[in-house]
């Protein structure tokens, strides 16, 4: 059985916590489906940090990823790991219940 993979705009770019980000729709390596390049690890002020996201993911999948990347970006790294894939998989599930999707 072949999975449904999500369908929506590929941005290029999102502010998040007042800053610009690059956003990659390639997955960013063979572990991991999200990655987000946080500013401290940007060299030049002026560059756009990245976001990496993988597109062949399902609608869940893609959003959970899109938050927890964005909650990185947001947070700047200080948060732990495992606090955001917590946060990020609430906040998933409170947006599904309430009947967001991405677009058909």
Known sequence: MSRKLAKFTRIRTARLGGHPYRIEWVRPDILNVGECETLEYVDD??????????????????M???IHEALHAIWRGAAAEDFVLHAA??????????????KQ
Not at 45 to 62: C, F, V, Y
Not at 89 to 102: A, E, N, Q
Request: charge should be negative; avoid cysteine; proline fraction near 6%.
């Open 45 to 62: 002020p002026a560059e756009d940090a990245t976001i990496s996201i993988d597109p062949q993911q399902t609608d869940h999948e893609l």
């Open 64 to 66: 959970d990823t899109l």
């Open 89 to 102: 998989r609430d906040i998933r599930r409170l947006l599904w219940r309430v009947g967001y999707r991405l």
